[in-house]
């Protein structure tokens, strides 16, 4: 630009520049900056050269333009500050009072072009302007918070801890010599929080983690608010309080952070550069809140939060591989907890993204261990391929470079995990032993009161469990010991807890000892409450039992082992059906009738826990809803306390006794199927006592194969013939022969784990002939626990049901194909019970029918069904219009006048593999609401057929428009068989019929 005027001009121009400033500071106006930046050009050009007034115009100028920086994120404009205040400083000769100043301002600059580009040259010459203006002006607080945070960001960039240790010292040595009043105490605050939590990484220390805090919310406190730091003091306060919550788990600190991630991220305009940084901060926040609440939904919203911080993030700034970093934590987290497609691959990319970026910086160990996370998931979705074990291997190997402390002990036993899941096969003893080796050394670093230490001493014991297996080398006292410790670390997290326990049953089973065996799994199903407990969302409390899907098959083996059959049944019953146990017992009859006044209390805090969470809550408001849902749990807690002290309620919701199980028993068997990897067994109950029945021939991994494969759909008819005869041959057959059934006699059905999604009461070789089916010689009945069979009993009556009877008919639902059948099905129901109430299409509304069932005895559904078997609970009955009728709001019904509920529709006594001990379907829904005896399907059935089975049922179980709960079972078996007969070759239309209860 060239000259203008007198050199007059120039003061004047300047003037006009600072006068823009200042209205942009008070309207936020980008225009007004914009005229700031243009005067203060034009003021620079109106100088003579070697006007002495230039080093004070340029500084100014490269302000504005930085302030532009800040506002818009133009690299352009931070490079433009960075070269005028390097001409500030060449202007300003050594002596130059003036000189120190424009010294600090270029160090400043330059680090916010490295924050902004990853340019570590420029990172260096902040580092050494930053020192040479703190020896310019000894003492200056400013300078040598300046100098602190210029060192911090080496160390955060190099890792090397003399960066890290000079940063605290400067930035505690300037906060100590500031005054309170001076206008720049927040930023130093800030930063020298930061410097205190970084050391609070590097060394463990507890009381660097709370200095932190304390710093950082002193910072927030001082700082004004309008002004433009504020939200990234926030954001960082948020980070600090992040951190020494995960040491304390106190609850405030987490509602703290929350609270101030929101505060931060809605100050920030749109297209702001600390957004990006924000978002970070929110993502790494609802991760942790989803961790303490349950709340699947939060990983949607951390999800958004780090995918829209990527894309408001250059690929070549240095928060971008960090970004990426917790974009493969929050996908894994998906992988693991909504099994979400893609999810884990897409992980393991933007881990090995991150790691590619990070070059080899002190964040590159994290990001290798991230890495190592990633790869190392597997479960029931994932299957490894060498080449990804290797990287396994690799990735945990290479993260451990330069680790140390606590840290370290984890990272040792990641690798060590990675290499027993690589590496085992006979003759590779080397390999072998070097995961024991770092497995033990793992154990050696982290204290056992640690809350990793479970962990820790899991892997350690797994891998001498193998190696025991694989060589015999490893004593089995050493691996008990190290597994006993881990089982008894109370504070340590319940799931690593009772995976030491399984772990150690396996090592005593090893060693032939089978009492000390079923002891630990005693142990760790008494544990099963703390992995689900009543504080935590239902979906939660149906995650936390599924990472432990096998336990009570396990137990049962154990305790056969020991010769103790009824125990086995006793832990069958305790491990299994856990919330649905706690739902039924809450509804006991005993309790009202003793004290009904306690079971009122008791019923109003069991409908607060069982409410769903509320989908689009503010994120404060759901940890607000989950703190309410702990103070009701702690209510809960000291309700039960204050109930089993009342005469006769001694044992109320208390652990499974068999005389209490047998005195609800009749002379017709329960028969409870159970598998393991030890054995597999049919436990016989009735009023006589316990059996058991060996099964030789059945084989978990093939139950598990089926299981999953009818969850997958369109089977062929010839694999469901085969698959029929397989349950007739290993178990339908040998328990048949056992009880020796007579004709015409009824059988409870009680399969554990996957075998309860098996259709075991159609099991037979039907096109052999001679009888050769369980069709042919008993009427079968399920029921998912032997304490709901009881408690359906309890609830039953014999007389017959007057009549009164909802049919909901719904042949054609928004998105669903039309069911002609139903019009059929519904007249022929109808027909038979003249009383029936018909609710059809649009009359057929969710809340109209949740009102509407407790005045009927009989429910009959004509429809479509919907199984989610990512949130079970959110499965239910396809409605024409509005919401559908949800197994939730089902299971929250206490209908005492509930006699027979019958699904004429798909998939409605489904669930997906992981729950079925949990019995997280439709049909078990409806009978918790009261309902003693429930019809369903295991798979989707054929629209004509389904009417023709239901005409059956209904003509065989009413008489003079009255039904008779008692004859539906045979009904159903009847009508099932009579269809079998006419169509032997396609089970597929006859066998996924079932009859739950009473």
Known sequence: MSRQGPPEHASTVHGESFRWRLEFERTQEPRALDLAVDNGFAALAALPDGDPRRPVMLGHLASHLHRRYQLTGDAAALREAVRLEREAVAACPPGDPRRAAYLHNLGTRLRGLHDRTGDESALDEACAVGREAAEAAPGKPMYLISLAAHHMARYQRRGRPDDLRRAVAWAREGLAGSDPRDPHRSAYLNITANAVSSLADHTGDRAARSEAVELARAAVAATPPTHHDLPGHRRNLAMHLRGLFRLTAETALLREAVDVTGKALDALPHGHPDRAGCRSALSETLLMLFDHTGEAELLDDALDAVRNALADTAPESPSYAPLLNNLSIVLRAR???????????????????????????????????????????????????????????????????????????????????????????????????????????????????????????????????????????????????????????????????????????????????????????????????????????????????????????????????????????????????????????????????????????????????????????????????????????????????????????????????????????????????????????????????????????????????????????????????????????????????????????????????????????????????????????????????????VHARSRRTAEPAAGRALVVAVPEAAGQPPLPGVRRETAAVAGLLPGARVLGGGDAVRDELLAALPRFEVAHFACHARTDLGSPMSSGIVLAEGAPLTLASIARLDLGAARFAYLS??????????????????????????????????????????????????????????????????????????????YPRAPGLWAAHVHHGA
Request: glycine fraction near 10%.
């Open 335 to 789: 992988h693991e907890v909504l099994h979400e497609p893609g999810a884990r691959q897409e992980a393991i990319e933007r881990a090995r993204e991150a790691v590619r970026l990070a070059g080899d910086g002190p964040r590159r160990a994290i990001f290798l261990d991230t890495l190592a996370a990633a790869l190392g998931v597997q479960d029931d979705t994932v299957a490894w391929n060498p080449a990804e074990r290797r990287e396994n291997v690799d990735a945990a190997r290479r993260a451990l470079v330069g680790t140390t402390g606590e840290e370290r002990g984890r990272m040792l036993a990641t690798l060590a995990w990675a290499l027993q899941k690589t590496t085992w096969s006979p003759g590779e003893e080397k390999a072998i032993a070097e995961a024991v080796e770092h497995a033990r050394e793992a154990v050696g670093v982290i204290p056992e009161g640690h809350r990793w230490w479970p962990s820790v001493a899991l892997v350690l014991g797994t891998i001498l469990l193998r190696a025991h297996e694989l060589a015999g080398s490893t004593p089995l006292p050493e691996v008990a010991d190290v597994l006993a410790g881990g089982l008894a670390a109370e504070g340590a997290q319940p799931y690593d807890r009772v995976a030491c326990g399984r772990a150690l049953a396996l090592a005593h089973t090893r060693a032939g000892r089978p009492a000390a065996a079923l002891g630990a799994l005693e142990r760790s199903i008494d544990l099963l409450p703390r992995i689900a407990p009543r504080s935590l969302v239902r979906g939660a409390r149906e995650r936390g039992l599924e990472r432990h899907h096998g336990l009570a098959a396990e137990s049962a083996a154990a305790a056969l082992a020991a010769g103790r059959p009824e125990r086995a049944v006793e832990l069958l019953e305790q491990a299994r059906g856990v919330l649905l146990a706690e739902a039924i017992g809450s509804r006991g009859r005993d309790l009202a009738r003793i004290r009904p006044d306690l079971a009122g209390e008791m019923a109003l805090l069991r409908d607060r826990l069982a409410e769903p969470a509320a989908a689009g809550r503010e994120h404060a408001a759901v940890l607000a809803a989950a703190e309410t849902r702990r103070a009701d749990a702690d209510r809960w807690d000291d309700l039960l306390a204050r109930i089993r002290r009342v005469p006769g309620l001694e044992g109320f919701l208390g652990r499974p006794r068999l005389a209490d199980l047998r005195a609800g028993m009749t002379d017709e068997p329960v028969v409870i199927v159970t598998c393991s990897a030890a054995r597999a067994d049919a436990l016989i109950l009735d009023r006589a006592g316990v059996r058991s029945v060996p099964l030789p021939g059945l084989d978990g991994a093939q139950a598990d194969a089926w299981a999953s494969y009818l969850r997958g759909g369109d089977v062929p008819q010839e694999h469901l013939l085969d698959l029929l005869a397989w349950l007739w041959d290993t178990i339908a057959e040998p328990v048949l022969d056992a009880v020796a059934p007579a004709p015409g006699t009824r059988l409870w059905w009680t399969p554990v784990g996957p075998l309860s999604l098996l259709p075991l009461h159609a099991a037979g070789r039907h096109l052999d002939g001679g009888g050769a089916s369980v069709l042919d010689r008993v009427v079968s009945s399920y029921t998912p626990t032997v304490r709901s069979l």
């Open 905 to 982: 529709a798909c998939e409605t006594a489904g669930t997906r593999v992981g729950l079925a001990d949990e019995a997280v379907h439709l049909a078990a829904g409806f009978q918790l609401a009261g309902y003693p005896q429930v019809v369903g399907t295991l798979w989707s059935v054929s629209d004509r057929i389904a009417a023709r089975i239901a005409a059956a049922v209904y003509g065989g179980s009413v008489q003079d428009g009255r039904l008779d709960p008692e004859r539906v079972p045979h009904a159903l078996h009847h009508a099932v068989r009579a269809v079998r007969d006419d």
